[in-house]
């Protein structure tokens, strides 16, 4: 595990600090990509809510390439992927009583999503 | 996990009680747990994947029951113990300890 140096604990505590990994990894899908969430259902960490399973979303952004909590919790490598934010319209997730002007945009890892 | 940290969407938890001037620590407790954590994570001992998966893993009812540093705290007890920072022993003595002061 990398340690952080003293000098720099106040500084990412206070301020945040980015976790992309400068790695060159191609992109699966591109802004507007009709995609759906995965039905996965690890016994360990994962980062892909329950009630996104089975969605279909559309890629709002691409955020560039980060580890993967699935493996990173539990001592596996990083598995470095891209890193969407994904948007989902509130009556995908809720039903036809939700609001049409609603959506929520959640950061989704290349590994959680499938092609629509 | 499917576990009980997975609220999204769940109905019935009530609305979110926002407190005003809420300061950083609402103890003193609450800041060494936080200056724990911060340690032993800048020392490398673990990710925060490996911190939020503990964190998972607090009881259910314990999980709903139990405050924000409570679950950092139990995560943190509970990373070190899977490291081999810390013995189970040593803090099961130290858990006793507190139960006795506090008695």
């Given at each position: 595990m990398p340690t952080l140096p003293a000098d720099m604990v106040v500084p990412v505590f206070m301020g945040g600090a980015s976790a992309r990994i400068d790695a060159d990894v191609v992109a699966k899908f591109k802004a507007g990509d009709e995609v759906i969430a995965r039905n996965l259902n690890p016994a360990g960490h994962t980062r892909l809510p329950r009630y996104l399973r089975g969605k279909r979303g559309t890629i709002h952004k691409v955020h560039g390439v980060?580890?993967?909590?699935?493996?990173?919790?539990?001592?596996?490598?990083?598995?470095?992927?891209?890193?969407?934010?994904?948007?989902?319209?509130?009556?995908?997730?809720?039903?036809?009583?939700?609001?049409?002007?609603?959506?929520?945009?959640?950061?989704?890892?290349?590994?959680?999503?499938?092609?629509? | 996990m499917n576990g009980i940290h997975d609220l999204g969407g769940m109905?019935?938890?009530?609305?979110?009680?926002?407190?005003?001037?809420?300061?950083?620590?609402?103890?003193?407790?609450?800041?060494?747990?936080?200056?724990?954590?911060?340690?032993?994570?800048?020392?490398?001992?673990?990710?925060?994947?490996?911190?939020?998966?503990?964190?998972?893993?607090?009881?259910?009812?314990?999980?709903?029951?139990?405050?924000?540093?409570?679950?950092?705290?139990?995560?943190?007890?509970?990373?070190?113990?899977?490291?081999?920072?810390?013995e189970r022993a040593e803090l099961e003595a130290a858990w006793s300890k507190v139960e006795e002061e506090a008695a």
């Open positions: 980060f580890g993967l909590p699935d493996t990173m919790a539990h001592g596996g490598s990083e598995t470095p992927q891209n890193v969407y934010s994904v948007r989902f319209t509130a009556r995908e997730l809720w039903g036809d009583d939700a609001s049409a002007r609603d959506s929520l945009y959640v950061d989704m890892w290349d590994d959680y999503l499938d092609s629509a | 109905h019935g938890m009530g609305p979110i009680d926002a407190e005003t001037d809420e300061p950083v620590f609402h103890a003193d407790w609450e800041r060494r747990t936080f200056a724990l954590w911060t340690a032993a994570f800048a020392g490398g001992l673990f990710n925060d994947n490996e911190s939020r998966h503990a964190i998972e893993n607090v009881a259910p009812a314990q999980y709903l029951a139990k405050s924000y540093y409570e679950h950092w705290l139990h995560s943190l007890e509970r990373v070190l113990v899977n490291k081999g920072q810390l």
